[in-house]
């Protein structure tokens, strides 16, 4: 069906609206600060550094004059912010940026590692053509009971194509159907430890010229000075130096919301 019309809703951001407060004090102002979750098997640090407090005018400056979210899109992030686990959200500036970037490559079939309620997913989906598709992976299909009724609301179900398994079995599966250089666009944000592997993964199933992202990359700051012991900002640190000297791809690192890095294929 058609896509509905993106809305800017720059008073509906406010840090001080009651209704949407905790949403983006979680979600999107703080970063993922996500605790242990058995199912999932990753975190994020009780404490997330900013490069703009989120209580600065100034960063209320930027979501006044740069955020638009689509009804449903605003509908999906409501409802997962009343979820226990809601702080997992991805930044909905973010998520407005891959839109963004999906749109601008003329992207039409995209991974995602890390569903959660569905956000993104929806956010990818919507901006995607018609014939276009988001495999998406996660092993928590409880999660994204939250997410699947808007996607029909949205009239993108039929964009997506979700797969509850891990993720690495969903991606050997798509290199072992011939997929490999077919995906113009990757978002990896799961299991931390695992991230390398999801990145070489991705990096032979994404085309030249193809965009792989990569969240949480800044970890709330632990990756200054990882400790020994913390295996999850160990992956994390090692992925950025190896992305660093990659010359497989050239990238972008940008302090948005957790930290989230672009590698774009050469």
């Given at each position: 069906g058609p896509e509905m019309p993106f809305l800017s809703v720059p008073k509906e951001v406010a840090v001080g609206t009651a209704m949407l407060g905790v949403a983006f004090a979680a979600g999107m102002l703080a970063g993922k600060r996500r605790k242990r979750y058995p199912s999932l098997g990753f975190r994020?640090?009780?404490?997330?550094?900013?490069?703009?407090?989120?209580?600065?005018?100034?960063?209320?400056?930027?979501?006044?004059?740069?955020?638009?979210?689509?009804?449903?899109?605003?509908?999906?992030?409501?409802?997962?912010?009343?979820?226990?686990?809601?702080?997992?959200?991805?930044?909905?500036?973010?998520?407005?940026?891959?839109?963004?970037?999906?749109?601008?490559?003329?992207?039409?079939?995209?991974?995602?590692?890390?569903?959660?309620?569905?956000?993104?997913?929806?956010?990818?989906?919507?901006?995607?053509?018609?014939?276009?598709?988001?495999?998406?992976?996660?092993?928590?299909?409880?999660?994204?009971?939250?997410?699947?009724?808007?996607?029909?609301?949205?009239?993108?179900?039929?964009?997506?194509?979700?797969?509850?398994?891990?993720?690495?079995?969903?991606?050997?599966?798509?290199?072992?159907?011939?997929?490999?250089?077919?995906?113009?666009?990757?978002?990896?944000?799961?299991?931390?430890?695992?991230y390398n592997e999801y990145y070489e993964k991705c990096l032979r199933l994404i085309k030249k010229g193809g965009i792989i992202a990569i969240d949480n990359v800044l970890w709330g700051g632990r990756v200054l000075k990882p400790r020994k012991d913390d295996l999850e900002t160990q992956s994390i640190h090692h992925l950025n130096e190896k992305l660093l000297r990659d010359a497989r791809v050239n990238i972008s690192m940008l302090p948005m919301g957790d930290g989230v890095t672009l590698a774009f294929k050469l």
């Open positions: 994020t640090p009780k404490s997330s550094k900013r490069i703009i407090e989120k209580s600065s005018p100034l960063w209320q400056y930027i979501l006044d004059h740069s955020l638009r979210e689509h009804p449903i899109l605003k509908k999906l992030r409501l409802l997962t912010a009343e979820h226990p686990c809601g702080v997992m959200m991805v930044s909905c500036d973010q998520a407005q940026l891959m839109a963004n970037l999906v749109k601008l490559i003329k992207a039409k079939k995209v991974i995602e590692i890390g569903v959660f309620t569905g956000y993104n997913t929806l956010n990818m989906a919507l901006v995607l053509p018609d014939n276009g598709k988001v495999i998406a992976c996660d092993i928590n299909e409880d999660y994204v009971k939250t997410g699947k009724p808007l996607w029909k609301e949205a009239r993108v179900e039929h964009k997506i194509d979700l797969r509850i398994k891990p993720a690495i079995q969903t991606l050997d599966e798509l290199l072992a159907s011939g997929e490999a250089e077919t995906f113009d666009f990757a978002f990896i944000d799961a299991d931390k430890e695992s």
